[in-house]
């Protein structure tokens, strides 16, 4: 009987530290702040609870590190970052991962020089235009960059002794592109939010009536000629149009049900780097529908109206043009 008591003992013992051999790591944590300022060094740290050790490895931009403890410098290139921490047992049977965003304030930016006549303060073919660096130390070590390449100035160019303005004497076509400024102070690499000097064309125009006539279907185009890739997007400034309303990328279709009811529909023009680069809006009138001849067989009835009633004021939808 005693035999068999510590048997059982040993069995059970024997399947506790089974279990306790195979468990997964528990409560992964990664600690550390919620935002970071580019150029200023964050350090993170994972902490779990294993059976017996706990390795650890950090995940950051398809790239990894072993420890505990991570250190974080961003360039400010990007504004999310995700920091993943994956912990295993010792025997390397079980992992188990968490994730933290982390988000990225960049405190240096490209901005038009406030220093110039109102004229100026937009880029055009032409026009003198300058470009300041903004937020950076006038001491540190910067450099200009077009598109991400280091810039090359010609003769309409000038930079001031402390590399802070960038001065054109007068712009053309070949100056559009994407402006930066590359900080070095020390080790420590900041790349400033970009400006984008946009010089090319855009023509927009919004076809459809001036005039909707309540109970009839109406439809507005929006139309966008670019000197580069461009998208549209309709903004309804004045409300949420009552009726029957569609939007089918850079058309809508509108059946009005009030009249008197005033409607703005505006075309805003994008690009992906220059952000808003030209919008047009239609003010829209809705009046009572116009009697029409029928046909001697027709029957008659009166137009169906669906009635949408919504408490968005502010509708955005995109198309490629």
Same mark, same amino acid.
Not at 183 to 188: P, R, W
């Given at each position: ?12 013992? /024997? ?8 468990? *997964? ?12 300022? /580019? ?6 740290? $994972?902490? /779990?609870? $294993? ?10 931009? @398809? ?5 505990? *403890? ?62 300041? $660096? ?19 100035? @010609?003769?309409?160019? !000038? ?22 400024? *590359? ?33 009839? !279907?109406?439809?507005?185009?929006? @139309? ?19 009726? !029957? ?22 075309? =805003?023009?994008?690009?992906?780097? /220059? ?6 809006? *239609? ?31 502010? =509708? ?6």
């Amino acid at each position: 009987m005693q035999l068999t008591m510590y048997i059982n003992v040993l069995l059970t013992i /024997a399947g506790l530290v089974q279990v306790v051999t195979a468990s *997964k790591p528990q409560l992964v944590k990664i600690s550390g702040p919620d935002e970071v300022v /580019a150029g200023v060094s964050a350090l993170y740290e $994972c902490s /779990a609870i $294993c059976s017996r050790t706990c390795y650890y490895t950090w995940n950051v931009k @398809d790239k990894s590190f072993p420890g505990s *403890k991570f250190t974080l410098t961003e360039n400010g290139v990007d504004k999310f970052i995700s920091l993943a921490c994956t912990v295993t047992d010792e025997d390397h049977k079980h992992f188990v991962s968490e994730i933290r965003s982390v988000t990225v304030i960049n405190p240096v930016s490209v901005k038009p020089s406030t220093n110039q006549s109102v004229l100026n303060q937009q880029p055009k073919v032409g026009r003198s235009f300058r470009l300041t $660096c903004d937020g950076a130390s006038p001491l540190v070590t910067k450099t200009w960059l077009k598109d991400g390449a280091p810039l090359t100035l @010609d003769s309409r160019m !000038r930079l001031s002794t402390d590399n802070m303005t960038l001065s054109f004497s007068i712009l053309e076509d070949s100056d559009s592109g994407r402006y930066q400024v *590359k900080v070095l102070n020390g080790s420590v690499v900041v790349i400033s939010k970009a400006y984008w000097v946009y010089l090319g064309f855009v023509i927009i125009s919004i076809t459809g009536p001036n005039r909707a006539e309540v109970g009839m !279907r109406n439809e507005y185009t929006c @139309d966008a000629q670019c000197g580069m890739d461009c998208t549209v997007q309709w903004a309804l400034h004045a409300g949420f149009p009552s009726g !029957r309303f569609i939007a089918e990328g850079p058309k809508i279709l509108w059946t009005p049900s009030d009249i008197g009811q005033t409607q703005v529909f505006t075309c =805003i023009v994008l690009n992906a780097g /220059a952000g808003n680069i030209g919008q047009v809006s *239609k003010i829209v009138t809705v009046v009572e529908a116009q009697p029409r001849p029928m046909p001697s067989n027709a029957v008659l009835a009166k137009p169906s109206i669906a009635v949408v009633s919504s408490a968005t004021l502010l =509708i955005l939808v995109s198309a490629c043009v």
